[in-house]
């Protein structure tokens, strides 16, 4: 009976469990005196527990070294836009110098370096777009030697960008596939899957490795499942918070990290699960027998606070399902906020390995919500309403006087709206004068006007918001009755990622669904405004080959909502030099195909101002499905060679 572990083994085995951490290494020698010291499966349970808390501390390593390969990748690529933009500013200066200005590069050398440097296109077939801009410019053949210094630069780029990854790889990372049938699950694209992926596969290893799979050893299991769960906490959290610094090492804002963590939060409800079920099969299979009653096992202390924990995280986890959080958002956020409390503090007392973890965490959740979101980042303004004619959407503006310089403290932790705003920004926004419920919630949206300039003394803010339940139906309701009101806002929030690219790019192509114009709407903007009147990047030669071509595409629903923006500011946008397309309400004509319409232009304007070798941006802005068309016909571009970024804003998945 030497290899059965009896009661007051166990038990000593459980308290070691309970009190153990990575640091008590030397436990296993102070063990000789136990009861079980000469028990082979007594040693192993001991051996079990001793390597999980050792093995556990190499997960932040892990996760840090994953951080910092993002991080690189990051700043390689803003790196390599900085390189390029410098390298045509001076292919452009060079030209300006032909025209009567010493040159700086002799131009037979550039032409030679052309002419080694080539650019390997596929051949594909094109058509023409009709009616969807102004006359087109001479082509890049009947261009005079300007062309060639600016061409080689291009081909340099294209060449760099076909050699890794290759076409089919890249084209495969920007599919998104179909939404999962029956649930009609949206999913996203294949590259952020891998991600998720790996973040599983993560999990998984240090879930099982090293863990005997037997019911002596159910109890090694178990607490190997709850160790990784409150390593996953502090990053849980942080994914979540607004105000992080992983935004500033790797580009990605809160909204972008918003699928990874709702994904490992679904990772961390499945291990309390399987740590739950754990301990139950070690009362079944090791305390039941020794005559521990299940009642007597669910009510001792430990075992109350390990079930209101994870009854707690599975609460939150069923609330932020999209159903439930689409329904009833206003009831989501007050759960989440209390439920993500009281988890962290029935965590804290459950046991003793969690308590640093636990600290962390709620030092994140506290900060950003304390400290963040209800002080540095948040002002009030008042705010005027216009309800437009089709009834169902309400314009909200505010004036928001800017700083000429912001406190040292903001400097130091981060700029509210009253020190600006950048394109494609986003606030959270109250509306305190509703009602006293609305004085407690805050919804994001869009800044749908453009960013103020760095001399600006005002800054204009405009949102467009659709009623749909709750806030924004309250808000229609309102602004039907009221002029103006107290608005709250807390921001700004967002990533530039989706404007450097475009920067970046030698074409543009900006695709709005409803209202998702309030995205791209001070983003073309910004590509314009810097094409026409920025003679710091040389945009303003008079040579218009050297501009942008962008490509603006808005598809509505009815043909009411064009009063959104009105007539006057699209016939603006137009006169500065931006191909408008607006098909017939999809009311009326349908849905257009907008997967063709991009990549017919695309091609075409590829093909002809730049050889086939250009770099073409494309960001979309509207429903799922729009935004998955937009994504699939980028991705058939990457396969015949193209050379195309892809980015769709919305607020995760």
């Known amino acids: 009976m030497e290899n059965v572990i009896s009661s007051s083994d166990l038990s000593t085995a459980l308290r070691f469990a309970l009190r153990a951490t990575s640091s008590t290494l030397q436990t296993e020698d102070t063990t000789e005196d136990s009861p079980g010291r000469n028990n082979a499966q007594f040693r192993a349970l001991i051996a079990g527990i001793l390597f999980s808390r050792r093995f556990i501390v190499t997960y932040q390593a892990v996760t840090v070294c994953l951080l910092l390969v993002f991080t690189l990748a990051h700043w390689t690529t803003k790196y390599r836009r900085w390189k390029r933009k410098t390298h045509i500013s001076k292919g ?25 440097t080539h650019c390997i296109s596929s051949s594909s077939s094109s058509s023409t777009l009709q009616g969807t801009g102004p006359p087109t410019p001479k082509s890049i053949h009947q261009a005079d030697e300007r062309t060639t210094l600016l061409k080689h630069q291009e081909n340099q780029s294209a060449k760099g960008w076909r050699i890794w990854p290759p076409p089919q790889v890249r084209a495969w990372l920007t599919y998104q596939p179909k939404p999962i049938p029956i649930v009609n699950k949206v999913l996203p694209s294949n590259g952020t899957s891998v991600v998720i992926l790996l973040l599983i596969a993560i999990n998984l290893f240090y879930t099982l490795y090293k863990v005997p799979l037997s019911f002596p050893m159910l109890f090694v299991f178990a607490d190997r499942a709850s160790l990784v769960f409150v390593a996953n906490l502090p990053w849980f959290y942080l994914f979540a918070a607004k105000n992080q610094p992983i935004k500033m090492l ?28 754990g301990m139950v099969g070690v009362w079944y299979t090791l305390l039941r027998p020794v005559g521990l009653t299940l009642t007597t096992f669910l009510l001792s202390n430990m075992i109350l606070l390990g079930i209101g924990a994870f009854v707690a995280y599975e609460a939150i986890y069923f609330t932020s399902l999209g159903t439930f959080r689409r329904r009833w958002y206003e009831l989501f956020l007050a759960l989440h906020i209390f439920l993500q409390v009281a988890a962290l503090i029935l965590l804290f007392y459950h046991h003793h390995g969690s308590k640093i973890y636990t600290v962390i965490a709620l030092a994140i959740f506290l900060v950003d919500r304390l400290v963040y979101r209800m002080t540095l980042k948040t002002r009030t303004y008042r705010g005027s309403f216009t ?29 509210n ?24 919630q805050s919804h ?54 989706a404007l450097e690219m475009l920067q970046d790019s030698d074409s543009c192509v900006i695709v709005a669904g409803g209202s998702g114009i309030a995205v791209t709407w001070p983003l073309v903007w910004a590509i314009a405004a810097a094409n026409n ?22 598809i509505v629903q009815k043909t009411g909502h064009l009063s959104w923006l009105g ?11 931006v191909t408008v397309m607006i098909p017939a309400a999809t009311e009326i004509g349908g849905r257009p ?61």
Not at 401 to 410: C, D, H, M, R
Not at 625 to 652: D, P, T
Request: aromatic share 8%; with cysteine; proline share 4%.
């Open 250 to 277: 790797t580009g990605y804002s809160y909204e972008s990290l918003n699928i990874i963590h709702r994904r490992l939060g679904e990772i961390m409800c499945l291990l309390a699960f399987l740590h739950s079920a």
């Open 567 to 577: 007539k006057d500011q699209i016939e603006e946008l137009r006169l500065h030099g």
């Open 387 to 415: 309800v437009y004619e089709d009834q169902k959407t309400v314009g909200l503006y505010v004036a928001v006087p800017i700083s000429a310089k912001a406190p040292f403290i903001n400097r130091i932790l981060g700029h």
């Open 444 to 497: 994001p949206f869009t800044i749908a006007s453009r960013a103020p300039a760095s001399d600006d003394l005002t800054g204009e803010m405009n949102f467009i918001i659709r009623a749909q339940d709750g806030f924004s139906s309250d808000l229609l309701r309102y602004a039907q009755g009221h002029a103006e009101a107290r608005v709250r806002l807390d921001g700004p929030y967002g990533s530039q990622d």
């Open 92 to 116: 452009r200066r060079n030209a300006v110098g032909r025209n009567g200005i010493e040159d700086e590069e002799d131009p037979q050398k550039a032409r030679k370096s052309s002419e080694e």
């Open 593 to 653: 195909d907008i997967a063709s319409i991009v990549e017919t232009w695309i091609m075409d304007n590829d093909d002809e101002f730049h050889d086939g070798c250009g770099r073409t941006g494309v960001v979309c802005s509207g429903p799922d499905g729009m935004g998955r068309a937009v994504h699939n016909a980028c991705s058939a571009l990457q396969v015949k060679g193209r050379n195309v970024n892809v980015s769709v804003e919305k607020f995760g998945w």
């Open 533 to 554: 009147n920025n003679p710091a990047d040389l945009e303003s030669t008079p040579d218009s080959s050297w501009k942008k071509k962008i490509l603006f595409i808005w």
């Open 417 to 440: 709206v009253a020190n600006g705003w950048r394109t494609t920004d986003h606030v959270f926004l109250s509306v305190p004068d509703i009602s006293h419920k609305h004085l407690v």
